[in-house]
């Protein structure tokens, strides 16, 4: 086979602009056989090409200067939290200012937007909107728990020694900030309502909207990662829970099913039943109804906590 009949090697794994194509020796002429594919204006895929969003990202952001990549496909980059039925999403979102003109490829999400430089960014070479941005542009198609699941994500404070950075993404003033910033975007008044829910403490989304499902109920809202003996770095904690009551509430999720994991839990929550606490554990069957029968655990644990210590009639507040 001559070599010419053969793609350079990065043109050949992955979806390619023109001007790369031309970079690395490839002709017109040769774009236009059969193992090439043109998907819009300058920009080009091996026919063979198995989908993949960060290499469609990344070409589809290098043929459109001036726009960057946002929305889902920002969200999905990232790994930011979102539904599961947007969770695998392959959709492609490019915003761009009104200066440029509209977005028409096929299969592409075109926006025009308003946004500031600062709320743009590179990312390994592709430009995208900001975690925060990210997470005002969904304000729209988000419903409101998932959209506060996701800024809760945002304003957690992260464990250094585990994720290697000290700092949350945003804080609740920045995206307020953000948001004011926006008065007229699509889904602004859903933004705002979510930041009035969100709070730092919660460490999946499963927290997220169990906190929520209990606040839906009509009952107190939780204080976030209780800790068993307040002031103390060491101290077992809870996911949420009840401090007066001595009412402690967990999520288990996936990660807790390694045997280490599971010690840990045990020692955890008997600590807690040691010093005279409810326990109550919640998994992935329980999130399945929405938390609904958690919640119904939770009501009748704090009923029974009143009827106990009724001298105890306030809850912590935020």
Not at 21 to 42: E, H, Q, S
Not at 90 to 104: F, G, I, N, T
Not at 187 to 199: H, K, P, S, V, Y
Request: proline residues 6%; hydrophobic residues 40%; contains cysteine.
């Amino acid at each position: 086979m001559r070599k010419q009949d053969i793609l350079p090697a990065p043109l050949s794994a992955a979806p390619f602009t023109f001007g790369s194509a031309l970079a690395c020796g490839v002709t017109p002429d040769r774009l236009r056989r059969k193992d090439v594919i043109n998907v819009g204006r300058g920009l080009y895929r091996p026919a063979d090409w198995d989908f993949e969003l960060e290499g469609a990202a990344r070409a589809l952001s290098a043929a459109s200067p001036g726009a960057w990549i946002s929305h889902v496909t920002a969200a999905r980059l990232r790994c930011q939290l979102l539904p599961p039925w947007l969770a695998d999403s392959a959709e492609l979102h490019l915003s761009k200012p009104r200066s440029l003109p509209s977005v028409r490829r096929k299969g592409v999400f075109g926006h025009t937007v308003l946004a500031l430089e600062a709320e743009i960014e590179v990312i390994d070479g592709i430009r995208m909107s900001t975690r925060s941005r990210t997470w005002l542009d969904l304000a729209r198609i988000l419903p409101l728990k998932d959209l506060v699941s996701m800024g809760d994500e945002l304003i957690r404070i992260p464990r250094e020694d585990f994720e290697g950075r000290a700092q949350p993404y945003d804080t609740v003033a920045g995206l307020r900030a953000l948001a004011g910033r926006h008065p007229n975007l699509q889904g602004i008044i859903r933004a705002r309502e979510a930041l009035d829910l969100m709070r730092v403490g919660a460490d999946s989304a499963p927290e997220s909207l169990l906190r929520l499902a209990i606040m839906d109920a009509g009952l107190p809202e939780p204080e976030l990662q209780v800790a068993l003996r307040a002031g103390d770095a060491r101290s077992p904690s809870a996911d949420l829970g009840y401090r007066r009551r001595r009412i402690a509430i967990q999520y288990d999720g996936g990660h807790h099913l390694g045997d280490a994991q599971i010690h840990s839990d045990r020692r955890r929550d008997k600590a807690f039943e040691a010093a005279g606490w409810t326990v109550l554990i919640f998994g992935k069957e329980d999130s399945a109804d929405d938390f609904q029968r958690a919640v119904v655990r939770i009501k009748r644990a704090l009923r029974s906590a009143w009827l106990d210590h009724p001298e105890a009639s306030g809850f912590a507040s935020h």
